[in-house]
Every structure is written in structure tokens, then in C-alpha cells.
């Protein structure tokens, strides 16, 4: 991997932020065009590959105890969001609550333990993260995290936090999903008490009242007969009605089929819950598929961005990490709104153009770099960047 020579233009809001000096701006900026253009997202690596770094030990000194405020920066990060047509909050965006997993190693990692990957099948060491991102048709971008303290805490009471902290920011998005571990009557209650809609898949086991009685959803399916209904080009076979779910109350219950694969006869059904009402089955279907843009962000994050690399030990600097990880990923979003290249797609499902975008802006100003140097020679230029190779 090449030295990266300068801070990468998406860097350039930093300046605005008040939530940082001077000096910890290039530090910020620093640590942004690391997790964007450098191969290894360690703080030795960044300091290593970004030669405008200080030293690793400023870096270090930036994540750990530098005095600077991460909700303060969190609020800024959204304000700048809010500035462009395409980032900002629109009337049909929703608020998406789940959550990850980082896979790690050392057993002194902050709040590292054994979980259970659903992806995987199997158990992992690792983190887990509570994320709540805002989605619309143009964007996606992560509006706040909390980090899950095993047996300390439950990930709804995080989720419950989030969802106060947004309402506290002013993310006044009325719409919000979440998958079947959050989908408690404790949850939705938090969120009617602010008058937001919300909406989530259950377990086959949860218990509807249906002909008298109350009998798993997934028995429920096999006694309905469904529609077939075409939305977006995709068959699904639906049925859907107000029905009284155990935990939930009275709410929407639509359970969907459809083929998993063209070249797959298995059937995917899906057992989807909502307090809209009188909403159609396909206004459902489409809220549910937003929610695929969260593993796009936990996919793209962890690709491109560094998410699971933070080898730091220390918690609060650990915190850090992830909120200029999410910095980092709002500038690009940002950067790509400035820009004409793109399709509307790209900008809402992928950053691996905007990855490409700096990729070829670390080389070119590394070219530059290296044509204003004519008094130097092969050796000096050498020198500069010896530390990549220690």
C-alpha cells in the first residue's frame, strides 16, 4: 500500500466542526483519511500510511485523552448531513434500529464477550453494537450507537436510549423499524409515548389470537389462504389482517411468501408486524425491504471503513473510533452528494464508489507529492515513508 500524502478533500467540513481545536482538527483529519484510504485502520497503521500524522503516540493521546465532546460532534456530523438535498431528512425517511457484531481476539477489549452470530450460525468473541440509521430513498447514514455491556444491560433498554437521544437531537423521523429482538411490548410502548409509528418481523412461535384461541403465527399460515399481489416486479403471496398479538396488542399482521431464489423453489415466508393500521400490505412490504440498507452499512463499514479494527483497550477511546468511523462515512456521503458522478442507487446502497472517488485521489496526490519534490532525491523520498515499512 501506498503512502497516502494528504488529507483527502472529503476531510475539508472538519474545519466547521467546533467540537475540536485546531490541532485536534488535524488529528480528526488524520484519523478520517486513514479509515477511508489507508489499508491498515490501526492507529499504528494510520499513523504509519497518512504521512501528515503526527506520531502514533498524538494519535493515540487524539482517541484517549484529548478533551473533546463525541455527543457534540454526533449532533454537528448530523447538522452538516442536513445541509445537502440529498442527505438531508426527508417525510418518507425511517429510523432503522439493529444490530452487529465485531469479531475480536484479545480478551481485554472493551465489553468483548461470547454472543451468539445468527449469520454464522455459531458463537463468537467479539462486540456487539446497538446502531440506529436513518434511511430514505436518496441516503443512509448511522445517526448514534451504543456499545452492549453483557449482563449489564439489555439491547432494547439501548435501544430504548437511542431512540430518547435522537428525540433529544430533533431526528423527528415518524417511522421505525427494527427486527424480532427488539419487537417487545416494553419497546413499542417507548416509541407510541412519542406518537412514532413503528413496524418489525416476529418469530414463528409468537402467539396470535386467531378463531378463539391463541396458536403460533407459523400454525396461523398454514390455515390462511393467501393472495398472490406483484410489488416492485416481485410476487408475494399475502394475507394480512388486524389481529391481537401476544405482547403487542392489537396491530397489523401480514405474513408474506414468496420464492427465495428464481432458481430456488423454497419459500421465504416472513411474519411482519406494524401499529399502521390501516396501512396497505404494500406500503409493509416495501418498509421491510429498508431494512436490508442496515447490512449495507455494517457490510460496507467493515469492508471499507475499519469498523471492527480498533485494537484499543481502552473504552472510551474504543467510543471514539466508531463515532469518526461515522464521521467518516457521512463526508464521503457528503462528497458523493457534491458530486456528479454517481446514480441515486449507488449513493444509497454502496460507499464503494465513493472508496474508489478517494482511492484515486490518494494517488494522485501522492504523484503530486512526488513531482514537487525534484531536489530531493530517490532516498530522501524514501525516508519519508520508511516508517510503512518497520
Not at 449469520?119 to 456499545?147: C, H, M
Not at 452528494?337 to 449513493?347: V, W
Not at 485521489?361 to 501522492?366: D, F, G, M, W
Request: proline fraction near 2%; charge should be negative; include cysteine.
Amino acid at each position: 500500500m501506498f503512502p497516502v500524502t494528504s488529507f483527502l478533500s472529503c476531510t475539508e467540513p472538519i474545519d466547521q466542526l467546533e467540537c475540536f481545536s485546531t490541532r485536534q482538527k488535524h488529528h480528526a483529519k488524520t484519523y478520517v483519511t486513514g479509515l477511508v484510504a489507508a489499508s491498515n485502520k490501526t492507529v499504528q497503521g494510520i499513523s504509519n500510511y497518512v504521512l501528515p500524522a503526527k506520531s502514533e503516540r498524538a494519535l493515540n493521546k487524539f482517541l484517549t485523552e484529548y478533551n473533546w465532546d463525541e455527543d457534540q460532534l454526533n449532533k454537528e456530523r448530523l447538522a452538516l448531513l442536513q445541509q445537502m438535498n440529498d442527505t438531508k431528512w426527508s417525510s418518507d425517511g425511517v429510523v432503522i434500529i439493529d444490530d452487529t457484531f465485531t469479531h475480536k481476539t484479545g480478551e481485554n477489549i472493551p465489553n468483548a464477550g461470547k454472543f451468539y452470530d445468527h449469520t454464522i450460525r455459531g458463537y463468537i468473541w467479539g462486540q456487539n453494537l446497538v446502531y440506529a440509521l436513518y434511511a430514505d430513498e436518496k441516503t443512509t447514514y448511522p445517526l448514534g450507537f451504543r456499545l452492549y455491556e453483557k449482563d449489564a444491560q439489555r439491547r432494547v433498554e439501548l435501544a430504548i436510549e437511542l431512540v430518547d437521544e435522537l428525540i433529544e437531537i430533533g431526528v423527528r423521523r415518524d417511522t421505525y423499524l427494527f427486527d424480532m429482538s427488539y419487537c417487545s411490548q416494553e419497546f413499542v410502548t417507548h416509541l407510541e409515548t412519542y406518537g412514532k409509528e413503528w413496524f418489525s418481523a416476529v418469530k414463528s412461535d409468537a402467539r396470535v389470537l386467531y378463531g378463539g384461541e391463541r396458536i403460533r403465527v407459523d400454525a396461523l399460515a398454514e390455515r390462511i389462504d393467501t393472495v398472490p399481489r406483484t410489488i416492485d416486479g416481485e410476487t408475494y403471496h399475502i394475507w394480512t389482517q388486524k389481529r391481537d398479538v401476544s405482547r403487542l396488542g392489537e396491530v397489523k399482521l401480514l405474513i408474506t411468501t414468496k420464492k427465495a431464489s428464481d432458481e430456488d423453489d423454497e419459500l421465504s415466508v416472513k411474519y411482519i408486524v406494524s401499529n399502521k393500521i390501516d396501512a396497505p400490505a404494500s406500503h409493509l412490504i416495501a418498509l421491510y425491504a429498508m431494512r436490508w440498507r442496515v447490512e449495507t452499512f455494517f457490510r460496507d463499514t467493515k469492508q471499507d471503513l475499519g469498523f471492527g479494527d480498533c485494537e484499543l483497550r481502552h473504552a472510551a477511546g474504543a467510543s471514539r473510533h466508531w463515532h469518526l468511523l461515522m464521521l467518516a462515512y457521512s463526508l464521503l456521503k457528503l462528497g458523493t452528494a457534491h458530486s456528479a458522478l454517481g446514480t441515486i442507487l449507488e449513493r444509497a446502497t454502496s460507499l464503494r464508489n465513493d472508496i474508489k472517488r478517494s482511492f484515486r485521489e490518494s494517488v494522485e496526490n501522492l504523484l503530486s507529492w512526488a513531482l514537487n519534490s525534484p531536489n530531493r532525491s530517490t532516498d530522501e523520498l524514501m525516508h519519508q515513508i520508511e516508517g510503512m515499512f518497520v
